[in-house]
Nanobody
């Protein structure tokens, strides 16, 4: 079992920045690829960013590429999402997720690949 707790959400003006954190506890964090997803009201959950077990491979949705950056610190059992140049359309609940990964170099974009999910943190970007 892996428990995930997100933090760092809030209200920010367009053009601003936020840094989301996700703290993991339970099983060996370094065995899991991690991902960030988001869901706005009335919309489906969507992939935002993913990172491999070692942190050596990352990937992003086209909508956030160049603005968001995912990273992880296996010593601290944490994954982060740095969000810059925020737009009103980034407003959503953001969730981190963990996927057991036999491969050290893969990240995953499909939500049903992930085994564990956090409760989410709200990000609201005002125009």
């Amino acid at each position: 079992q892996v428990q995930l707790v997100e933090s760092g959400g809030g209200l920010v003006q367009a053009g601003g920045s936020l840094r989301l954190s996700c703290a993991a506890s339970g099983r060996t964090f370094s065995a899991y690829a991690m991902g960030w997803f988001r869901q706005a009201p009335g919309q489906e959950r969507e992939f935002v960013a993913g990172i491999s077990r070692s942190g050596g491979t990352t990937g992003y949705a086209d909508s956030v590429k160049g603005r968001f950056s995912i990273s992880r610190d296996n010593a601290k059992n944490s994954v982060y999402l740095q969000m810059n140049s925020l737009k009103p359309e980034d407003t959503a609940a953001y969730y981190c997720a963990a996927a057991y990964s036999p491969s050290g170099s893969r990240y995953y974009t499909l939500g049903n690949t992930y085994d564990y999910w956090g409760q989410g943190t709200q990000v609201t970007v005002s125009s």
